[in-house]
């Protein structure tokens, strides 16, 4: 199978079944995962714009039974528009595959279609859109310019963001990469896998977005603390939690989640105080009995706010998806502030851009829970690195509230909340 079948198949697979492309890489021979990392990233980016464009060319709708060349298509349109393939290239390549796949008919509409773009492509390449089912969850919270600047950032391709152990301001002139106040690092190209770079052999850092790294770089004064760490996996808040000195318990119910969180931070050489159990987070809250200085519950969410990296949540996710995580989120939030010691703090985080699921999930649990009070959270309380500002809009009535175009210049970040309770005395 060609390079470009397997992503067309991949593109399948993922849109019929919902299914992450993380999942799939590993399908790929390693010299073809940056390809097709582009391709397939781009075309579920893109494909809402793609989608209406092809539409308004095509002058018959594909038959259910040749669906597949709506992934040629898609995918064929992506690599001529928006990558460096020359376009005769790319064009015959896609024409081979579609006639192969159904047919000497079928290969014909595709190089009508593919040909046009090509000739016309300057004039077609036209902004990104979100999908309706998408655009229907951020309405309920957001402007329709809030809406469109962020649907301006599916133009831009995200960066990789790393958390330093120790030294942020020196491995940001070792890795050429952007330096930010609160010592994350946007590096600024990546043309070598992850293990090659500077500093991963030693465990120097690790991968972790900008936004997800703000919530725990607000609290410098938990060395010694005992912290559980709820829903722990893959690691990235453990790993800053462990650095600062915490004593941390990480729960996940996944073993094999648990144990890339372990190796990850073996790698980090962090693991001295760390305790890992692999149990459902309700099951640990319901049985035991201990009190922490400081919790962390980066809740179980619909992950919407992480639609630049992932653009697979732009066409899985509903507002059902939304609305069905809340209870959950409500439930672990309830059974964790038991845990909690007179005094202590409990920091709530999701990687949701639906305000259901941040900030009024905080005001119905302060509403009910009047021995709990909002802590707030401000840029002033960051070990301050001499690097680029964050954009202060990110707080927003004394909680995190980060938003795709946020420090837009430099990239943008994904969308995260978090908001920090503190139990009375």
């Known amino acids: 199978m060609s390079l470009r079948m397997q992503c067309i198949k991949t593109l399948e697979k993922i849109l019929e079944e919902n299914v992450f492309f993380n999942t799939l890489k590993s399908e790929f021979k390693v010299q073809d995962t940056a390809f097709a990392n582009k391709l397939i990233l781009t075309a579920l980016r893109r494909k809402t714009a793609v989608d209406k464009l092809l539409s308004s060319m095509l002058t018959k709708k594909i038959p259910n039974k040749n669906k597949i060349l709506k992934y040629v298509l898609l995918a064929g349109s992506t690599e001529i528009l928006y990558m460096d393939t020359p376009d005769y290239a790319a064009l015959n390549e896609y024409v081979e595959i579609s006639k192969r796949l159904v047919g000497k008919f079928s290969s014909s509409m595709v190089n009508a279609v593919l040909h046009k773009i090509a000739l016309h492509k300057d004039d077609m390449k036209g902004a990104a859109l979100f999908p309706k089912n998408f655009f229907e969850i951020l309405k309920q919270d957001y402007t329709k310019s809030e809406i469109s600047l962020m649907q301006q950032m599916l133009l831009i391709e995200p960066s990789i963001d790393i958390s330093l152990k120790e030294n942020p301001d020196l491995w940001a002139q070792k890795l050429d990469g952007i330096l930010f106040e609160n010592g994350s690092i946007r590096l600024s190209s990546m043309n070598s896998s992850l293990t090659l770079i500077d500093g991963y ?6 991968v972790q977005d900008l936004a997800s ?74 049985t035991s009995s201990e009190l922490f200085d400081f919790i962390l519950l980066d809740a179980p969410c619909s992950a919407t706010g992480t639609f630049r990296k992932h653009p697979e949540v732009l066409h899985f996710k509903t507002l059902d998806d939304v609305n069905k995580q809340t209870q959950i989120q409500k439930t672990l939030l309830e059974k964790s502030s038991r845990h909690l010691a007179p005094n202590g703090q409990l920091l709530y985080c999701t990687c949701s851009i639906s305000k259901i699921e941040g900030e009024k999930q905080i ?63």
């Open 363 to 425: 005001a119905e649990f302060l509403n009910t829970h009047q021995n709990f009070k909002l802590t707030p959270l401000s840029l002033k309380s960051l070990k301050n690195y001499n690097g680029k500002t964050l954009d202060k809009n990110i707080i927003d009535n004394q909680v995190l509230r980060t938003l795709p175009y946020h420090n837009k210049n430099e990239g943008g970040m994904d969308s995260f909340f978090a908001a920090c309770l503190t139990r009375k005395n």
């Open 213 to 286: 790294s703000l919530p725990v770089s607000f609290f410098e004064d938990l060395n010694g603390k005992k912290v559980l760490d709820v829903c722990a996996a893959p690691g990235g808040k453990t790993a800053q939690l462990l650095s600062k000195g915490a004593l941390v318990t990480a729960l996940d119910i996944s073993a094999d989640r648990l144990k890339t969180l372990s190796e990850n931070i073996t790698r980090l050489k962090l693991g001295k105080n760390l305790t890992t159990l692999c149990i459902d987070a309700e099951e640990y809250l319901d």
């Open 201 to 206: 052999n030693e465990g120097a850092w690790w």
